[in-house]
């Protein structure tokens, strides 16, 4: 039986993603820092759930050497984040603390656990969900969108040094993503109208986000098509912006993107 070690399985796309697995005949160990969130998950089969606090770095070391001690894990999920939107001037220090703690070093800690592992079965894949504003910066992003930068850059980096262990590493980028994820801070001062438009711009003509669900199939995709492939946008309107952004070029997006937002 194949097994999954998903981070940040308490809900949204982690959640969904290890109900989707389950599914599919696989083993999840899904973990998260609030056990009674992830009581819903306790009837699937072949579910393993674990506590971890991706901020807590003993905690990190605990988790992981018991799943891989009890478990031949295929795929590590690294999903757990932490959002914040706001004016880099009006960012509060602790908050960036946390998301870089959350996002960067912990995404970094659980990878480093996971290593070994997979360079000795000379198989496996690491994927982690970053974001699109990890390849599109977006105004009031500085903060979230340079953890998730730093993610994206350790992915890439990671790549060259897991090829020779026949080891993938793949990005999951999602955009808007309709559910409960939490951005405790969300502060549009000044900038309250180009804030609308982003809205509008990420939301590409629809009326509400793609849900969980595309993404998690997306994931599993990922995590069985053997591709040779890191960036995986995780839903179709990601996938179009993605498109588009890849198309224009930093230089030529960003006068498109400043009009849109200004206009």
Not at 25 to 40: F, H, P, S, Y
Not at 108 to 123: E, S, Y
Not at 140 to 163: F, I, P
Not at 173 to 202: C, M, S, V, W
Request: proline residues 5%; hydrophobic residues 35%.
């Amino acid at each position: 039986m194949k097994t999954i070690f998903i981070t940040g399985a308490s809900s949204g796309i982690g959640k969904e993603t290890a109900k989707y697995f389950s599914r599919q005949g696989w083993r999840v160990i899904a973990t998260m820092r609030n056990l009674k969130k992830g009581e819903d998950l306790q009837d699937l089969p072949n579910m393993v759930i674990l506590p971890l606090d991706v901020s807590d770095p003993q905690q990190i070391k605990e988790t992981c050497q018991k799943a891989l001690a009890d478990y031949d894990v295929d795929v590590l999920l690294n999903n757990a984040g932490y959002g914040v939107m706001a004016p880099l001037e009006r960012m509060p220090e602790d908050a960036i603390h946390k998301v870089f703690n959350t996002d960067v070093l912990g995404t970094m800690l659980v990878t480093q656990q996971f290593i070994p592992h997979f360079k000795k079965r000379r198989a496996g894949a690491i994927l982690t969900t970053t974001s699109l504003a990890a390849i599109i910066a977006l105004p009031r992003d500085s903060v979230y969108g340079a953890a998730k930068r730093a993610q994206q850059g350790m992915l890439e980096s990671l790549y060259y040094e897991m090829k020779p262990f026949n080891v993938f590493v793949k990005a999951m980028i999602p955009g808007g993503t309709k559910t409960n994820f939490q951005t405790p801070i969300n502060d549009r001062t000044g900038y309250e109208e180009a804030a609308a438009h982003q809205q509008e711009y990420l939301l590409h003509g629809n009326e509400e986000f793609p849900g969980p669900e595309e993404a998690a199939q997306v994931i599993y995709g990922a995590a069985t098509d053997e591709k040779d492939q890191i960036n995986y946008p995780t839903d179709s309107v990601c996938q179009a912006l993605y498109d588009q952004y890849q198309s224009m070029g930093l230089e030529e997006f960003k006068k498109y993107f400043t009009n849109l937002l200004y206009r």
